[in-house]
């Protein structure tokens, strides 16, 4: 079946140090988004990639990275996490970014604590 | 105000009963809005979307559109317990791109 997939799940981290998330996708879309979402929030974008395009939310930290070094992988990098950073966070892909119809798909999502 | 509003409940009813989520937006050039429903701990699913004025049924599901009063609703007939999770509203952002912005959702209970 056509997913989203992303890993891990569950990641732990300590403070400051470096982690990487990874969603990869077999619909073959062109969008692939990162959401932050926090307990009770809503799921707040961070960035997206139109294919090799990339686009950065203004208030995205600069803390987060992001890599696309192909159309089925995109990679969320958390340079230093602080306590702040605990979340959920969610890979999402679409078709396109011009109709109607070019719905979001969301993976499983990676839930990160940071100790 | 926010782009996106939602009371976040709880919203509960009772088994069988229709359960009536409601959700205003500021931007009045959006154009296309979603419902989405995200159980605890998971991530958001696409119920359906809407892009007209009117309604649009799907299932047990209707979406309805007011765009003069900016205001968008999901109702959830014959609500069942395995309804209960967070609906989520989300409008696109105008001026071409149909990226979703999100409200907090609402939480939903449908108790037997």
């Known amino acids: 079946d056509a997913m989203v997939i992303q890993n891990p799940r569950y990641q732990v981290t300590q403070f400051g140090k470096p982690v990487t998330l990874s969603c990869s996708q077999t619909?073959?879309?062109?969008?692939m988004y990162w959401y932050q979402q926090k307990s009770s929030q809503a799921p707040k974008l961070l960035f997206h990639?139109?294919?090799?395009?990339?686009?950065n939310e203004a208030d995205t930290p600069d803390n987060f990275q992001s890599r696309r070094p192909n159309t089925s992988f995109c990679f969320l990098d958390i340079r230093s996490p602080g306590l702040g950073d605990a979340a959920m966070y969610l890979c999402?892909?679409?078709?396109?970014?011009?109709?109607?119809?070019?719905?979001?798909?969301f993976g499983p999502g990676t839930r990160l604590t940071v100790l | 105000q926010k782009e996106v509003e939602q009371n976040s409940g709880p919203l509960s009813v009772p088994e069988g009963a229709i359960a009536s989520l409601n959700c205003t937006y500021s931007?009045?050039?959006?154009?296309?809005f979603f419902w989405y429903r995200q159980y605890s701990g998971k991530s958001p699913e696409l119920i359906m979307f809407?892009?007209?004025?009117g309604d649009k049924e799907d299932g047990r599901f209707t979406a309805q559109l007011n765009k003069a009063s900016q205001y968008v609703s999901l109702l959830i007939r014959d609500s069942q317990p395995s309804d209960s999770a967070t609906y989520l509203c989300a409008v696109n952002k105008s001026g071409g791109s149909y990226i979703p912005t999100f409200g907090r959702g609402t939480s939903l209970i449908v108790h037997p």
């Open positions: 931007d009045r050039g959006s154009q296309s």
């Open positions: 999402a892909t679409s078709r396109g970014l011009n109709g109607p119809t070019d719905t979001q798909y």
């Open positions: 619909l073959n879309h062109n969008v």
């Open positions: 809407i892009y007209s004025n």
């Open positions: 990639y139109y294919d090799k395009d990339f686009n």
